[in-house]
């Protein structure tokens, strides 16, 4: 058996703690990995086990989810865009989706026919704006049954209670029922981006605090300073 040595990783795609102890609970199951642990702050993975290519290691990392990758540290930390193209195209699908929700809803019950018309508008419109704020979420939901992993996470909860609500009116007629399932699963989808700003502005502070450090000393010793 080859000798286990310390060794440090940049990983990128984690989007809460829960996934980190995802990947540390899949790396820790290799018979060469002694230790793993991850600084979620500083987007680190630490490893006390054999040397192995960088590619072995983020195929294990990678078979959590697909988004999560490692990289080498790279000698000066580089801080992360708070908010980048994807989040901001996903703010505005959650946006969109809610107001059409919203405006759709809201006003066939203003007008008093909302209960006429369950089926025939209320169902395909809000069901068009559910798919549009929450489709990843049902997408990992189902991707994680088919490889039957870590099925009951957040995924499966909003799917699940979204879901729920949509077949809710077959018993209840509750017009609202749509609308509450696509609230429920935008404002997880907003929940989710604030929780990335904030582990990215996390991860610059402690970048700048690595960036304070000094390049060198002065020591004043017998023959002055040295």
């Known amino acids: 058996a080859q000798e286990k040595i ?3 990783y940049l990983i990128t795609g984690l989007d809460c703690p829960a996934c980190a102890e995802r990947v540390v609970h899949r790396m820790e199951k290799e018979s060469w990995v ?10 680190k993975i630490y490893l006390t086990a054999e040397k192995r290519p960088l590619e072995d290691i983020d195929k294990i990392v990678s078979s959590v989810e697909e988004a999560f990758h490692v ?6 930390p580089s801080k992360r865009v708070a908010w980048d193209k994807a989040m901001w195209a996903k703010l505005i ?18 007008l008093g026919i909302g209960h006429h018309y369950i089926w025939t508008v209320l169902f395909p419109v809000n069901l068009v704006a559910w798919l ?12 994680n049954i088919i490889h039957l992993r870590n099925i009951f996470d957040e995924a499966f909860l909003m799917t699940i209670a979204s879901l729920g609500a949509f077949l809710l ?6 017009e609202m029922s749509f609308f509450d399932a696509v609230m429920v699963v935008s404002l997880y989808q907003l929940g989710d981006l604030f929780d990335i700003v904030a582990s990215r502005k996390s991860h610059n502070a402690i970048v700048d605090a690595v960036s304070l450090k000094s390049e060198s000393a002065t ?7 040295e």
């Open 132 to 143: 549009l704020a929450g489709y990843d979420v049902a997408w990992r939901f189902i991707k």
């Open 34 to 43: 002694s230790e793993c642990n991850i600084d979620y702050g500083a987007g």
């Open 219 to 225: 020591r004043i010793g017998a023959k002055g300073l």
């Open 169 to 174: 009116p077959i018993i209840t007629m509750d």
């Open 71 to 76: 990289a080498p540290i790279p000698e000066k």
């Open 93 to 110: 699908r959650v946006i969109v989706a809610f107001a059409l929700s919203t405006v759709t809803t809201f006003t066939m019950m203003g």
């Open 6 to 8: 310390d060794q440090a």
